[in-house]
């Protein structure tokens, strides 16, 4: 059973970083793709990045590339997302999914099963 926690969001300006974390409190984590999705308010959940079970392919949606970084350590059951040069439009509140999805089928909300309750970023211009 998973169970998803994310953490690390706050209220940074434009230009810093933050790093984010998943831990899934369960003991199957290894085998999911995990992803991670944004909504700002007003708007629907939108694909930010995902990674695959072992950690070796990644994917970004174009508006982070370059400045984004998705990781995993499988040991401690947690996903990164690691957010650089943090613009005012990257301001949502950031969640973290798991699921059996491969390639494409990684960058849709119907790709997961789980989701956490999410974390604010807020980046002030």
């Known amino acids: 059973q998973v169970h998803l926690a994310e953490s690390g969001g706050g209220l940074v300006q434009a230009g810093d970083s933050l790093r984010l974390s998943c831990v899934d409190s369960?003991?199957?984590?290894?085998?999911?793709?995990m992803g991670w999705f944004r909504q700002a308010p007003g708007k629907e959940r939108e694909f930010v990045a995902t990674i695959s079970w072992n950690g070796e392919d990644t994917d970004y949606t174009n508006s982070v590339k370059g400045r984004f970084i998705i990781s995993r350590d499988n040991a401690k059951n947690t996903v990164y997302l690691q957010m650089n040069s943090l613009k005012p439009e990257d301001t949502a509140v950031y969640y973290c999914g798991a699921g059996y999805c491969q390639g494409s089928g990684c960058h849709v909300v119907q790709g997961y099963g789980v989701w956490g309750q999410g974390t604010q970023v807020t980046v002030s211009a």
């Open positions: 369960g003991n199957t984590f290894s085998i999911y793709s």
